[in-house]
Nanobody, 129 residues
């Protein structure tokens, strides 16, 4: 049975930082791409960032590029999201996704992640102004 457990959310002031963690068990973690998604009240879920199985390629949504960094430690079956310069618009429930497929285009240097099979319950991030 695959388990995906996020942690690290909380309340932070605008301009502050948080680091989310996601531990995956029951899955050969380093066989798959992994990612972070978020959903704010009244809005659709959006992909924030994803990372290839090796950690060698990553994708970021334009809204977080330059402020967030996704990384993974395959020895610990753990995915991270370092969030800096947080804004009130970053307030959302953040979800970790595992078991995905990553497609890297060498010509455009763009990673696309799809077909995530496993999701966590989410961790709330609230940024106050």
């Amino acid at each position: 049975q695959v388990q995906v457990v996020e942690s690290g959310g909380g309340l932070v002031q605008a301009g502050g930082s948080l680091r989310l963690s996601c531990t995956v068990s029951g899955l050969t973690f380093d066989d798959y791409a992994a990612g972070w998604f978020r959903q704010a009240p009244g809005k659709e879920r959006e992909e924030v960032a994803c990372i290839s199985w090796s950690g060698g390629a990553a994708y970021y949504a334009d809204s977080v590029k330059g402020r967030f960094t996704i990384s993974r430690d395959n020895t610990k079956n753990t995915l991270y999201l370092q969030m800096n310069s947080l804004k009130p618009d970053d307030t959302a429930m953040y979800y970790c996704a595992a078991g995905g497929a990553g497609y890297y285009n060498e010509y455009t240097a763009i990673l696309k992640c799809t077909d995530f099979d496993y999701w966590g319950q989410g961790t709330q991030v609230t940024v106050s102004s």
